[in-house]
T-cell receptor
Framework: GAGVSQSPSNKVTEKGKDVELRCDPI?????LYWYRQSLGQGLEFLIY????????KSGLPSDRFSAERTGGSVSTLTIQRTQQEDSAVYLC?????????????FGPGTRLLVL | AQSVAQPEDQVNVAEGNPLTVKCTYS??????LFWYVQYPNRGLQFLLK??????LVKGSYGFEAEFNKSQTSFHLKKPSALVSDSALYFC?????????????FGTGTRLKVLA
């Protein structure tokens, strides 16, 4: 595709339910990143994939958060037993090969609201 | 610890006037520095980056930024602001010596250009 796509664009869920957020990176990009943007806050790094492996999971806030990437392409971020503080915009980004100099290209985000 | 500071939550400027959005950073080694812009309900868009070389970097939409190592700053500038420049601007840094591929983002500065 022409850019990074994310689905759903909006998700409303009840506290305690599980949610899955999907990211389709730019074709051919081997590096994939998840960030969280809370109201009034900067972007918070969650996890980085290079291919199917995740060498940096340091930003995942708790064990309720997990992510996987299959086939070196699509990634899914799963939040189990959602809490109200999980409400935020979740952004995915990809880059060509994970080189430090590379620009990351961001998707439009998934806006999650936990009631 | 690595960090990025954007000291102004909001910057107001009249259309046609020059604009500056401030960013300072703290990293342990030599940084890669980036500016991104976020329009309402859109993902982040890359504006420009400093990797090495000339301290004045030119980017998209007429924006430029000056890397100042002694002041650890990377302020974003534009000679003549447009109403359409109104958006949320993020500064980000990657520390090339730490081995991490993640961006460290500032909290963002909302630019409002007044007609």
């Amino acid at each position: 595709g022409a850019g990074v796509s994310q689905s759903p664009s909006n998700k409303v869920t009840e506290k305690g339910k599980d949610v899955e957020l999907r990211c389709d990176p730019i074709s051919g990009h081997t590096a994939l990143y998840w960030y969280r943007q809370s109201l009034g806050q900067g972007l918070e790094f969650l996890i980085y994939f290079q291919g199917n492996s995740a060498p940096d999971k340091s930003g995942l806030p708790s064990d309720r958060f997990s992510a996987e990437r299959t086939g070196g392409s699509v990634s899914t971020l799963t939040i189990q037993r959602t809490q109200q503080e999980d409400s935020a915009v979740y952004l995915c980004a990809s880059s060509l090969g994970g080189n430090f100099q590379e620009t990351q290209y961001f998707g439009p985000g998934t806006r999650l609201l936990v009631l | 610890a690595q960090s990025v500071a954007q000291p102004e939550d909001q910057v107001n400027v009249a259309e046609g006037n020059p604009l500056t959005v401030k960013c300072t950073y703290s990293v342990s080694g030599n940084p890669y520095l980036f500016w991104y812009v976020q329009y309402p309900n859109r993902g982040l868009q890359f504006l420009l980056k400093y990797i090495t070389g000339d301290n004045l970097v030119k980017g998209s939409y007429g924006f430029e930024a000056e890397f100042n190592k002694s002041q650890t700053s990377f302020h974003l500038k534009k000679p003549s602001a447009l109403v359409s420049d109104s958006a949320l601007y993020f500064c980000a840094v990657r520390d090339r010596t730490s081995g991490t591929y993640k961006y460290i983002f500032g909290t963002g500065t909302r630019l409002k250009v007044l007609a």
